[in-house]
């Protein structure tokens, strides 16, 4: 009788154990989950969709007090303030059309550089700040005893990007002597 005893013993930890990795296996299911009830897109807000900052403010101040009513009906449950959300102009933000041009704030000294890069045969147009930058790394390396090393990479890039029919070397000397007449004093 143990023999037999032993084999049902056996053959129902067998059931059990397949049993148990039938259901592992079937809660798995497959090996990616697909969710197809969300959208892959969101509408845009449209101005008369949006609430104004007072209906936000007091739909958010209603949801706080059901919320710390409902808090303050729980045994134990301690009330914690609530911070009121911040409010912001009708005008807080807009949309534009495009993007916004730098204000103009160069010097007379900047004028005066580019209008002699421009005269020397170097097209400044969309360049003028690497350019003002390109005369103060030249002001500087003159102020330490030295000569820049960038101002020749830098003609180079302006012949293949054809701001200049100048050869390299002509294009850095001009930018050099420009640098130095309007900003190394």
């Known amino acids: 009788m143990t023999a037999r005893h032993g084999r049902t013993r056996h053959a129902l930890a067998m059931v059990a154990g397949a049993s148990a990795l039938g259901l592992l296996l079937a809660g798995c299911g497959g090996a990616t989950t697909e969710d197809e009830g969300v959208p892959t897109t969101v509408a845009p807000l449209k101005p008369s969709d949006a609430a104004s900052p007072s209906e936000k403010a007091s739909t958010s101040a209603a949801s706080s007090t059901s919320a710390a ?18 409010t912001f ?3 807080s933000t807009r949309e534009i059309s495009e993007i916004p041009s730098a204000p103009n704030d160069r010097t007379t ?3 005066d550089y580019l209008k002699q890069l421009q005269d020397g045969g170097i097209s400044t147009e969309g360049l003028e700040n690497q350019l003002i930058g390109m005369a103060q790394d030249v002001c500087m390396n003159k102020e330490q005893g030295g000569q820049s090393y960038l101002v020749q990479g830098f003609g180079g890039q302006l012949v293949e990007q054809n701001h200049t029919s100048l050869p390299a070397d002509q294009a850095a000397n001009l930018i ?10």
């Open 69 to 86: 009513a409902s808090a303050s009906a729980q045994p134990g449950a301690t009330e914690a303030p609530v911070a009121a959300p911040p």
């Open 89 to 91: 102009g009708q005008d």
């Open 109 to 111: 000294a900047d004028n």
């Open 176 to 185: 050099t002597q420009a640098a130095e007449k309007a900003y190394c004093s």
